[in-house]
């Protein structure tokens, strides 16, 4: 059964350092989606990508994030200066995109990355 | 703005006992719920959804939750654990449209089952 895969399964990284989570979503999806979920918190929302672009972003994706899809199988997430508070394990997931309005569209998570800042 | 309430962070029961895992819900307007279930080292898995049709839905590995709008809830049972339903439980709500939405997470619900 096709899945959605994560690498690296832990990152540990100094603050102010640059990091790359890599994922690898379902080949025929079409949507792309970060979550991340801080330990003991809720799993949030980052940003969704459609067409090689930002469809939708929350609040805590801000000018430090930026995602990718560079060869069209991978998608990224970059984290330019990395926090403390960027502590959390971060989870890619996909969906397929199609089907017609009012109805659901399944995403499939990835295990996550666990990125830990020092 | 749309919330999900878990409101047990842990639940314990033994081996061939019900299982009850409870979500309240607040949305604007009609909700899509679901449950996700993560295993150890495991991705997070669709149990089950609820988008607007019958109210009592049924999921994979004898799961169910029923959408009570009045109460605003949607909870999950089963009537039989088996050791390998411990894992964490998310209870997830989105917009009533297009599924390519945001998901919205409770803080989760970690059942163990004793043997």
């Known amino acids: 059964e096709p899945e959605v895969t994560q690498t690296p399964s832990h990152q540990v990284t100094q603050m102010g350092q640059e990091v790359i989570l890599r994922c690898v979503p379902i080949?025929?999806?079409?949507?792309f989606y970060w979550y991340r979920q801080i330990l003991g918190q809720k799993v949030e929302f980052l940003v969704s990508?459609?067409?090689?672009?930002?469809?939708?972003k929350s609040e805590i994706f801000d000018d430090q994030f930026s995602v990718e899809r560079p060869d069209g199988s991978n998608f990224t997430l970059k984290i330019r200066s990395t926090k403390l508070e960027d502590s959390a394990m971060y989870f890619c997931a996909s969906s397929p995109g199609q089907g017609i309005v009012g109805s659901y569209n399944e995403q499939f998570f990835g295990p996550g990355t666990r990125l830990t800042v020092l | 703005a749309q919330s999900v309430t878990q409101l047990d962070s842990h639940v314990s029961v033994s081996e061939g006992t019900p299982v009850l895992l409870r979500c309240n819900y607040s949305?604007?307007?009609?909700?899509?719920l679901f449950w996700y279930v993560q295993h150890p080292n495991k991705g997070l898995q669709l149990l089950l959804k609820?988008?607007?049709?019958?109210?009592l839905v049924k999921g994979i590995n004898g799961f169910e939750a029923e959408f009570k709008k009045s109460e605003t809830s949607f909870h999950l049972t089963k009537p039989s654990a088996h050791m390998s339903d411990a894992a964490e439980y998310f209870c997830?709500?989105?917009?009533?449209?297009?599924?390519?939405?945001?998901?919205?997470f409770g803080k989760g619900t970690r059942l163990s089952v004793i043997a």
């Open positions: 990508f459609y067409n090689n672009e930002i469809s939708e």
């Open positions: 080949s025929n999806h079409l949507y």
């Open positions: 609820y988008t607007s049709a019958a109210t």
């Open positions: 949305s604007s307007y009609s909700p899509s």
């Open positions: 997830v709500v989105s917009g009533p449209f297009s599924g390519n939405t945001p998901l919205v």
